[in-house]
């Protein structure tokens, strides 16, 4: 049940796309670069406060466990190398139709993989994936805003883009799906530091180089505080809900 709802609430997120038609431009970079900073304190602070010490405490070996994080890490690298789809997201002058589809399946294939990994963070702790499920989704809304962008300036009308879009993220449940039937035949708890690796990879990698850099001290102070509350909102849940 978690995992099936955790998947149609994921695939809902692509909808949040449908704003960027009510919001300027100006209204709309206001709003999603401190969202890309929070997004990206969410992810790092549920890596490190949650993933990797439920992924300590499953009995693995060390070498097991930080060789799974890297592993993660590696795969959403060599992913985004193969398919350079994130490259768009900030250029949508320029961008073709052609890398529109290079975004879908991109982002199609990030998702079956997250759903893989939160999925197993449920069937360890549904407590831990709630709290993974939360910091994908945070990660999930500032893409999909920059994912509807490009799809309609590449040449895709609105009904096109929000339906493909949804229908991306639906690869999210089927991973979670997927998770839950192989746990059956064997233990899916090397998932729990392997989606660590995932997180830790696209909140330093694809979020932190987006907002790191500003000419205009305040915009770079505020995305200081959206990462930051990012970081401090995954600890307080981690306080609140130890015993």
């Known amino acids: 049940m978690w995992i099936v709802g955790s998947g149609v609430l994921m ?3 692509a909808l949040v796309g449908a704003v960027t038609l009510v919001l300027s431009e100006a209204t709309l970079q206001r709003i999603l670069l401190p969202l890309v900073a929070f997004a990206a304190g ?3 602070g549920g890596a490190f406060f949650h993933m990797l010490p439920v ?13 799974l994080v890297l592993a993660g890490f590696t795969v959403f690298f060599g992913l985004e190398q193969f398919l ?4 768009c997201h900030r250029a949508e002058i320029g961008c073709k139709k052609p890398l529109t589809y290079l975004i879908l399946i991109g982002d199609a294939l990030h998702n079956f993989l997250g759903g893989l990994a939160v999925a197993g963070t449920f069937l360890i702790d549904i ?6 499920w939360l910091a994908a989704a945070a990660h999930e809304v500032p893409q999909e805003l920059g994912d509807f962008g490009v799809l309609v300036h590449g040449g895709w009308n609105r009904r096109q883009a929000l339906l493909y879009n949804v229908l991306s993220a639906l690869t999210f449940l089927a991973g ?11 233990d899916v708890s090397f998932l729990v530091p392997f ?11 694809d979020l932190i180089p987006e907002v790191k850099t500003h000419a205009a001290l305040r915009s770079s102070v505020v995305h200081f505080v959206a990462f930051v509350a990012g970081v401090l909102l995954m600890l307080a849940v981690k306080v609140a809900l130890e015993p």
């Open 127 to 132: 407590r831990l994936g709630i709290v993974t």
């Open 42 to 44: 969410s992810l790092l």
């Open 55 to 67: 992924g300590i405490a499953t009995g693995m070996s060390d070498v097991a466990v930080y060789g």
């Open 11 to 13: 695939s809902a997120i």
């Open 84 to 87: 350079h789809w994130h490259h």
């Open 176 to 186: 979670g799906l997927i998770a839950y039937a192989a746990s059956s035949r064997l």
């Open 195 to 205: 989606a660590a690796g995932n997180f830790i990879y696209i909140g330093a990698v």
